[in-house]
């Protein structure tokens, strides 16, 4: 037996910016095709997306995931047409469980190492939220799991996991 989800009429949309570990990539891909998100990769990449290492991280369910790549966040935006964007970074003081979710809205994560980059969160200061983590430890969460939090916690802010059904 396995505990499903309805899939949402409108899934979110997540966008990357300039990720560099393909695995990371790969994983969130794989999460994608999960909840019914499209993905969405900007700017340059640290791999390419043929890579064997993104491939195995999402296994078999590439084929279950929109992936678009974007040279740019406006050629991105742009694209997805419409909606404005909640950004994830360590560096605030607002608490992503205070986001504002909505179906088929934009969530976006920045490069493992550099995070977003600093032109985006100053445009939008007012939509950049963090997840919370013990003070004094880590600086920040794996991109993968933070990708993972912020869109189950938004799935379950827009009612998509209500009533869950079990299939045999």
Not at 57 to 81: K, M, N, R
Not at 124 to 129: M, N
Request: hydrophobic share 40%; aromatic share 6%; net charge neutral.
């Amino acid at each position: 037996m396995k505990l499903r989800m309805r899939a949402p009429r409108l899934g979110f949309h997540v966008v990357l910016v300039e990720p560099e570990i393909p695995q990371n990539t790969g994983n969130v891909a794989r999460l994608c095709a999960a909840t019914g998100s499209r993905l969405h990769l900007v700017g340059e990449l640290g791999f390419r997306t043929d890579d064997k290492a993104v491939r195995r991280a999402g296994l078999d369910y590439w084929h279950l995931v929109e992936v678009s790549q974007h040279p740019d966040f406006a050629t991105c935006l742009g694209a997805i047409g419409g909606g404005e964007p909640l950004l994830f970074s360590a560096n605030t003081d607002r608490d992503f469980r205070g986001a504002s979710y909505s179906p088929g809205g934009i969530l976006v994560f920045g490069s493992e190492s550099r995070g977003l980059p600093a032109g985006l969160t100053d445009e939008r200061r007012d939509r950049v939220y963090a997840i919370p983590t013990a003070a004094g430890s880590v600086r920040s969460l794996n991109l993968a799991n933070a990708v993972a939090v912020v869109v189950y916690h938004g799935l379950g802010a827009i009612g998509a996991l209500d009533g869950t059904l079990v299939e045999e």
